[in-house]
C-alpha cells in the first residue's frame, strides 16, 4: 500500500508531462554527480591525518596535558546534569526535581570555571593556555549566562516610565544595535582598560566576554520586548488586583509569560552568539576558528583548508544543532504554539 503511494506521488509530481520528466531526470544526474564527487572527496582525496594529528589542539588547544583530568570531570559534570535535565524534561522522573535543577546548574558553574582556571588549591592555567573547542564554549556560555538578565533589564527598562532608565535603554540599545560586532570587539579590547585603574588590567578573554555580552544583550532586549509586548493588559489587572507591587508582579505573572513567548528567538540569539565567538579570532583569541589558522600556518599542513575548516564546520553545528532540539523540546513541553 505504501509503495503504490509512493508511485503515486512520483508520477504525480515528478513525471506529469515530458518537460517535468526532463527535468526530473537531469535533477536526478546533477545531483547523483554531485553525492558522487562529495564521496569521492571525502574518502579517497581528503588528507584527514591534519585533524587526527591535531585533535587535541582543536578541542582543548595548548592546556597542559597532565590537567586534563580536570576537563575531563567538566564533561562529566555537564554530562550528568544534562542526563537530569532530560530526565526531568521527558517526565521520566518526579517534577518535585524540577526546583533543584536551576541550583544544581548555577552552583556547577563556578565549579566548572574552578576546575579549568585553577586557583583555590588547584594549580592555575592561564587563560593564554585555553583554546580551540575549550575557549569557544567558555566564552559562549559564559556571555550567554550573563547577557540573558541583562537584556531582560534593558527590555523592563525600556518599558518602564522613568525618563532617565528608559532612555538610557534605548540610547544603549540603539547604539549598540547599529554597530558591527568586530567593532564592539575592538572596542573592548581597546577602550574598556582605559576606563580602569592603571594597576587593574582585564584578562583578554574578560575582555572578548564583555563585549559579546555587551552586544548580545541589546538584541536580547528586543526579543525580551516583544514578548512583553504580546502579554494582553488583563494580565497587569489581574496582577494589580491581587495586591502584587511592580517587581513582584514582572517576576511572578508577565516575565515567565513573556519569555515563554520568545523562546524560539532566544534560542535562536543564544545559536548566533555561540557562532560569533568565531570573530573573538580576529582579535587575537585562538578559539576554534584561530586555532584552525594556527594549524593551517603548519608548513606539513598547508592548504589543507577544507579539511580543516569542515570539521570546525562540523563541530559548530553538532552544538548548534543540540541547542535548537533542546529549545524544540523544550517548546512542546511547555505546549508553544498549541494552546
Known amino acids: 500500500m505504501a509503495n503504490q503511494n509512493i508511485q503515486k506521488w512520483v508520477k504525480k509530481n515528478l ?20 553525492i558522487t564527487n562529495i564521496f569521492n572527496w571525502i574518502f579517497k582525496q581528503a588528507q584527514w591525518s591534519v585533524i587526527q594529528a591535531n585533535l587535541s589542539l582543536f578541542l582543548v588547544g595548548r592546556y597542559p596535558a597532565e590537567l586534563y583530568w580536570r576537563l575531563w570531570l567538566v564533561l562529566a ?38 576546575l579549568i582556571g585553577g586557583g583555590l588549591g588547584l594549580q592555575p592555567v592561564d587563560t593564554n593556555l585555553w583554546n580551540g573547542l575549550l575557549l569557544t564554549l567558555v566564552t559562549a556560555v559564559i556571555s550567554i549566562v550573563l547577557s540573558f538578565p541583562l537584556g531582560v533589564l534593558l527590555a523592563l527598562g525600556r518599558q518602564s516610565k522613568l ?62 520586548r516583544g514578548g512583553l509586548q504580546s502579554i494582553p493588559h488583563g494580565q497587569y489587572e489581574a496582577a494589580r488586583a491581587l495586591a502584587l507591587n511592580t517587581p513582584l508582579m514582572m517576576l511572578l505573572i508577565i516575565l515567565p509569560q513573556a519569555l515563554r513567548a520568545v523562546i524560539p528567538a532566544l534560542v535562536g540569539q543564544f545559536i548566533g552568539l555561540f557562532k560569533d565567538t568565531s570573530l573573538l579570532s580576529i582579535v587575537g583569541l585562538l578559539e576554534l576558528t584561530g586555532i584552525s589558522r594556527s594549524i593551517l600556518a603548519q608548513p606539513q599542513f598547508l592548504n589543507r583548508y577544507a579539511e580543516v575548516y569542515l570539521f570546525v564546520g562540523l563541530l559548530y553545528w553538532i552544538f548548534c544543532y543540540a541547542m535548537s532540539l533542546t529549545s524544540r523540546r523544550l517548546e512542546k513541553q511547555l505546549g508553544i504554539g498549541q494552546r
Open 15 to 34: 513525471f506529469n508531462s515530458w518537460y517535468n520528466s526532463f527535468l526530473t531526470v537531469v535533477c536526478i544526474l546533477l545531483v547523483s554527480s554531485a
Open 77 to 114: 559534570i555537564i554530562l550528568s546534569l544534562s542526563f537530569v535535565s532530560w530526565v526531568i524534561f521527558t517526565q521520566r522522573l518526579s517534577s518535585r526535581f524540577n526546583t533543584f535543577l536551576p541550583v544544581a546548574w548555577a552552583l556547577s558553574f563556578p565549579v566548572v570555571l574552578w
Open 163 to 224: 525618563f532617565v532608565i528608559k532612555n538610557f535603554s534605548i540610547l544603549y540599545i540603539e547604539i549598540v544595535r547599529g554597530l558591527p560586532l568586530i567593532g564592539i570587539l575592538f572596542l573592548a579590547q581597546v577602550m574598556l582598560p582605559l576606563f580602569l585603574p592603571i594597576e587593574f588590567r582585564l584578562d583578554r578573554v574578560i575582555r572578548g566576554i564583555a563585549g559579546l555580552t555587551l552586544f548580545s544583550a541589546a538584541y536580547l532586549a528586543e526579543n525580551v
